[in-house]
């Protein structure tokens, strides 16, 4: 089947700082990526979709200025949680589907914690 | 909010069928139905999908009710390796076509 990178796996950062998630589809291209993130034993929160080229569409609640999405090519779609606190600690997920718009593959999330 | 509904957890003995229900009473016609299960601390993973007719793959078969408004995941040999959420979702393939999850079922294989 198809393969989504994500990078990293895990990070720790101190409070205020930014970190930058990466996700990549590796084998084939990614009209559009989907991000989610999830609290222990809860399901996956949608956060945002971002289509390549084009400005993400963020779900309700979710701040675009505090989640910024990039998705700059067929490829490649970035996460950057800016500025981070105690309380955006979370597994982050990406995934993306391709022109079939049939299937949609995940990566392994990226834990976060942010002491 | 999710279109779905599905029972919170379910045991199953190793090498038993396991038979994970799902309801979607409000699915549209051009919906289809997918499953996807995720193993702690992992990204999920797909299992199989489909529109009205039955599935099968290596993985699992899908059930569907005539009506559309139900459907059932058939692991037939659960080993311990299927301990995992299932997640059941529906989902258009052209138009708004977000994947929303629901809270799945917690499915442990027991030995």
């Known amino acids: 089947g198809a393969v989504v990178s994500q990078h990293p796996s895990w990070v720790i950062c101190k409070s205020g700082t930014s970190v930058k998630i990466e996700c990549r589809s590796l084998?084939?291209?990614?009209?559009?990526m989907f991000w989610y993130r999830q609290f222990p034993k809860q399901s996956l929160m949608l956060m945002a979709t971002s289509n390549e080229g084009s400005k993400a569409t963020y779900e309700q609640g979710v701040e675009k200025d505090k989640f910024l999405i990039n998705h700059a090519s067929l490829t490649l779609s970035t996460l950057t949680v800016t500025s981070a606190h105690p309380e955006d600690s979370s597994f982050y997920i990406c995934?993306?589907?391709?022109?079939?718009?049939?299937?949609?593959?995940f990566g392994s999330g990226t834990q976060l914690s942010v002491l | 909010d999710a279109k779905t509904t599905q029972p919170p957890s379910m045991d199953c003995a190793e090498g038993r069928a396991a038979n994970l229900p799902c309801n979607h009473s409000?699915?549209?016609?051009?919906?289809?139905v997918y499953w996807y299960r995720q193993i702690h601390s992992q990204g999920p993973q797909y299992i199989i999908h489909?529109?009205?007719n039955n599935e099968t793959n290596e993985m699992a078969s899908l059930i569907i009710t005539e009506d559309r408004k139900s459907s059932t995941l058939i692991l037939p040999h659960a080993t311990l390796r299927d301990t995992a959420v299932y997640y059941c979702?529906?989902?258009?393939?052209?138009?708004?076509?977000?994947?929303?999850f629901g809270t799945g079922t917690r499915l442990k294989v027991l030995a």
């Open positions: 995934s993306a589907i391709g022109h079939t718009n049939e299937k949609l593959f």
């Open positions: 409000t699915i549209s016609g051009n919906e289809y």
């Open positions: 489909g529109l009205k």
């Open positions: 979702i529906v989902r258009a393939t052209s138009g708004t076509y977000k994947y929303i």
């Open positions: 084998d084939f291209q990614a009209t559009t």
